[in-house]
Nanobody, 128 residues
Framework: QVLLVESGGGLVQAGGSLRLSCAAS????????MGWFRQAPGKEREFVAV???????????DYADSVKGRFTVSRDNAKNTVYLQMNSLKPEDTAVYYC??????????????????WGQGTQVTVSS
């Protein structure tokens, strides 16, 4: 069983930055594919970013087109934590942000059904 706890959300003006953290406990963190998703009011949960072990060489990050160039996902295996650095925030980035973990390395991990564990979410609100 893996427990995920997000933090770092809040209210920020458009153009500002936030860094979300997701602390994991249980399991072997370094082996997990870690993803970030978000859900805005009245909308379905959507993929934001993923970082996964690829080709037995390094961790590879991937992003939704809507955040590419503005968001950066990273991980610190020594701290069992994954981060989402969000820059140049826009009002349309307002949502509850969730981190998720999956023990598998295969698959795109763009779909929420691919993940085994979820955090409780943290609210990000971007004012115009």
């Amino acid at each position: 069983q893996v427990l995920l706890v997000e933090s770092g959300g809040g209210l920020v003006q458009a153009g500002g930055s936030l860094r979300l953290s997701c602390a994991a406990s249980g399991g072997t963190f370094s082996r997990y594919t870690m993803g970030w998703f978000r859900q805005a009011p009245g909308k379905e949960r959507e993929f934001v970013a993923v970082i996964r072990w690829k080709f037995g060489i390094a961790y590879i990050a991937d992003y939704a087109d809507s955040v590419k160039g503005r968001f950066t996902v990273s991980r610190d295996n020594a701290k069992n934590t994954v981060y989402l650095q969000m820059n140049s925030l826009k009002p349309e980035d307002t949502a509850v942000y969730y981190c998720a973990a999956d023990s598998k390395h295969s698959g795109t991990h763009y779909l929420d059904l691919e993940y085994d564990y979820w955090g409780q979410g943290t609210q990000v609100t971007v004012s115009s």
